[in-house]
């Protein structure tokens, strides 16, 4: 039964494995996933924990639907205190590794303490056993996945690179070539752990409430995902499709933000000839992954733009191979594109000192000096050991107030949205739980400019409007955005297909409510489906306030505001302090929450008794 | 008459087909038991589906010494009730088209003629298809390719 997995409890210093029931009440509360990774982190983390100390947990959750035959339900997030902000740290991601690890009986690991040297986990039916990583210490993600498999058999894996036995703090947890939890450095916390990797395989499938019904409601809802216009292009391009129209208006971020559009020629067509095939994560009808001819998997937009436009790159077969080369070393994407820039940038500004640099003279679209300063991120070596620390870098580069550094919170930007034109965007990215994060509640539909306005008031509601440069309505948009994609999270879904994210249709509440009832037999209303992500919300934003965030931490890159867009549409175009604060004020109303953006206390004592 | 197609170089490794074939034969969600198998590998960069073809002549009925299965139509038939779960079909299937899972004896049925692994399959990797289409499909291909040269 979906409803019978465990939770384990690995403490590495004292290798011990304890095995827990889950009460349903949880499950009914949270759903799994992100809901439940951080009510569990909220729950058991310490006050004023170094998150590379033995004291922080990692939590690897799958969803309610994980491994089941809902739609894109391949997917997990990784839950800690995140080594890049000291707030949450929380990634979503997708591939075969959470269907085999609920298939192998559990539901989510939590992961305490650190192993006296380095050890992998080997979960099998009901069983995990810590195993000495000697063997798979060092190689990339792709060499030390070979490995275990040569060792373990079909398992499949989350693992950290070089990068996170190195302590980089920007660096992924990866499962596969490229699904990542890229964001928010939990990489980094794995090898503070030295634990390299877990590996899972599984024998016991999912039984469901309703196996008939299962088949017929999911079938359906396959069909109508295909029997979109949208599902075909996303099938072909992937998340690349979001560039032509993002470049045309002047929406991507291009040499740090200095300049908002870039080559024409990077859209995304002209992929074509690198992509060999497109592939899919567990359960996925529209499989957006591409597998690129140079050996490895992408490029995404991110990849696309923050390895491309945001480092000054011309070449499409050198972003992907710069793609890959992140992949392996287990770097986030968005993280070390940013980082890079932001250098390249203060170099530029003869704020950066050639000493710092190795010699280097910092160019943009510089391939093969990439190559070497990636490589050196990794491993820690030279001017890599500096922008391996990320943000804390900024006073040893010129920066001390990281005013040219695109970051919220202290985590760069995810998305490769130029945000100054659509304030939608904006505002979410400020107030996203994880950083300058697009994924929180990306309102996509605002870049669909010729959506009509009734299309927008029927999703979003009256108040919105259908201009993406207003400030009016926003605050209703992204909180709307913000509440449904959390729900997604907890179910583990994909996004892709979520109401909202990349259609005015797709998987909204009615359809998660079916899917609730054909798995677990529970009758939900619509109402009672998206307090799930409300609740998820409001735990996150209470874990960051108990970490020290404040209001004052909403808020966006100084470019941003002060700069305005010089390109394009958007020329002109920036944030206004006083009207982006009005709409942070409505945004904090929209969520029940004070002036100063606190969950009020009673809400608190509300989260706080969900057992 | 028609059967099951597979073109692995449309396969997308999703396994909701294997998903949905054990939905519906065992009641639980479980890829490793689907009649359909899909094996796929993203470090070596394949992904191919394993399915009985629904031999004529069928080695898996001759190896079967308790006639437990015998060719009906366009379908070898398994016969649950004689079956001693000997896995000698198993290992005698020079196609890897049968297997045995946690005691299980797992071969497609076609599902009555219906199959539901062709309705869950988003990319036209699995095929129900008259015997003649199917070949005239491949030949049309090949054809195009050597065109291209
Ligand atoms: S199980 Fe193997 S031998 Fe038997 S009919 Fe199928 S493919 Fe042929
Ligand atoms: S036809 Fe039916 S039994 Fe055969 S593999 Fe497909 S779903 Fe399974
Ligand atoms: S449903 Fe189609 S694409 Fe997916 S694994 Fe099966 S055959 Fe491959």
């Known amino acids: 039964m979906v409803l019978r997995r465990k939770l384990a409890i690995v403490d590495l210093s004292k290798e011990k494995v304890t095995v827990q029931d889950v009460p349903n009440s949880l499950r009914k509360a949270l759903f799994g996933g992100r809901g439940m990774n951080v009510y569990y982190l909220y729950k058991m983390l310490g006050d004023n924990v170094d998150p590379l100390s033995p004291d922080n947990i990692l939590i690897f959750g799958t969803g309610l639907m994980t491994g089941t035959l809902a739609p894109c339900s391949g997917r997990f997030n990784t839950t800690s205190k995140s080594p890049e902000s000291g707030f949450l740290a929380d990634t979503n991601c997708g591939g075969y590794f959470a269907p085999e690890l609920k298939y192998a009986g559990f539901e989510r690991l939590i992961i305490k303490g650190k192993a006296k040297k380095p050890v992998i986990l080997h979960v099998t039916d009901n069983n995990i056993e810590i195993k000495d990583a000697k063997d798979y210490w060092g190689q990339t993600t792709n060499e030390a996945q070979k490995r275990i498999r040569q060792d373990l058999g079909p398992v499949e894996m989350v693992l950290c690179g070089p990068a996170g036995e190195n302590l980089v703090r920007f660096a992924c947890v990866r499962t596969g070539v490229k699904n990542a939890g890229g964001r928010t450095g939990l990489g980094c916390v794995m090898g503070s752990k030295n634990l390299k990797a877990v590996a899972a395989y599984g024998t016991q499938g999912l039984q469901v409430a309703h196996p008939d019904r299962m088949i017929q409601k999911v079938e359906e809802l396959k069909n109508y995902l295909m029997s979109s216009k949208i599902t075909p292009i996303l099938g072909s391009v992937g998340t690349l499709l979001l560039y032509e129209v993002s470049n045309a208006f002047g929406g991507i971020r291009t040499k740090n933000s200095t300049l908002n559009a870039w080559r024409d020629d990077h859209n995304a067509a002209f992929a074509e000839p690198f992509i060999e095939k497109m592939i899919a994560c567990q359960a996925c009808p529209v499989h957006c992954r591409h597998r690129n001819v140079f050996g490895g998997e992408g490029p995404e937009y991110t990849t696309l733009v923050l390895l491309g436009a945001n480092i000054g790159m011309e070449k499409y077969e050198e972003i992907i191979k710069l793609g890959n080369l992140v992949n392996d070393l287990g770097l986030d994407v968005s993280s070390t594109g940013t980082y890079l820039a932001w250098a390249i940038d203060l170099y530029q500004q003869g704020k950066l000192d050639k000493k710092l640099t190795d010699g280097e003279e910092l160019r943009w679209g510089d391939y093969e000096q990439a190559v070497r300063i990636i490589n050196k991120i990794a491993r820690r070596e030279g001017f890599g050991n500096i922008l391996a620390e990320g943000n804390r870098a900024a006073a040893k580069l010129g920066d001390p107030n990281k005013d040219y550094l695109i970051a919220v919170k202290d985590i760069p930007q995810s998305d490769p949205h130029d945000v100054r034109y659509m304030k939608a965007f904006a505002l979410g990215i400020a107030t996203a739980s994880r950083g300058a994060d697009h994924l929180r509640s990306r309102p996509t539909l605002e870049i669909f400019f010729k959506l009509p306005l009734e299309v927008k008031e029927r999703i979003y509601g009256k108040g919105v409007t259908a201009d993406p440069t207003s400030y009016d309505g926003k605050a209703l948009v992204v909180t709307w955005s913000e509440r449904i994609f959390a729900t997604i999270d907890c179910l583990e879904m994909c996004k892709f297909i979520c109401h909202g994210f990349n259609s005015p249709h797709f998987v909204d509440y009615s359809w998660m409510k079916e899917l609730v009832y054909c798995v677990t037999g529970w009758e939900m209303s619509e109402a009672e489906v998206s307090e799930v992500g409300r609740r998820t919300v409001d735990l996150e934003r209470l874990f960051n306030f108990k970490q020290g965030m404040t209001e004052a931490h909403d808020t966006l890159p100084r470019r941003y505001f002060d700069d305005p867009s010089p390109l394009r549409a958007a020329r002109g175009h920036h944030i206004d302090r006083q009207k982006f604060a009005k709409m942070k004020a409505e945004f904090y109303a929209l969520h029940g929450w004070t002036e100063d953006g606190r969950v009020p206390e009673e809400r608190r004592m509300e989260l706080e008794a969900i057992q | ?149």
């Open chain 2, 1 to 149: 008459m028609k059967y099951l197609y597979t073109y692995p170089e449309k396969c997308t490794g999703c396994k909701l087909c294997a998903l949905a074939c054990s939905l519906k034969h065992f009641g639980e969600c479980n890829p490793k038991m689907g009649a359909i198998n899909i094996v796929r590998d993203e470090f070596e960069r394949y992904e191919i589906q394993f399915v009985c073809l629904q031999c004529d002549d069928a080695e898996c009925v001759r190896v079967c010494t308790k006639k437990a299965l015998r060719k009906e139509g366009n379908v070898v038939i398994r016969d649950e009730k004689k079956c001693i779960r000997c896995r000698m079909c198993v290992v005698a299937c020079p196609y890897a088209g049968v297997h045995s899972f946690k005691g299980k004896i797992i071969k497609c049925d076609t599902c009555g003629g219906d199959p539901l692994c062709v309705k869950f399959c988003s990319t036209g990797a699995l095929k129900w298809e008259e015997e003649s289409m199917e070949i005239t499909e491949r030949r049309k291909r090949l054809a195009s390719a050597l065109l291209k040269r």
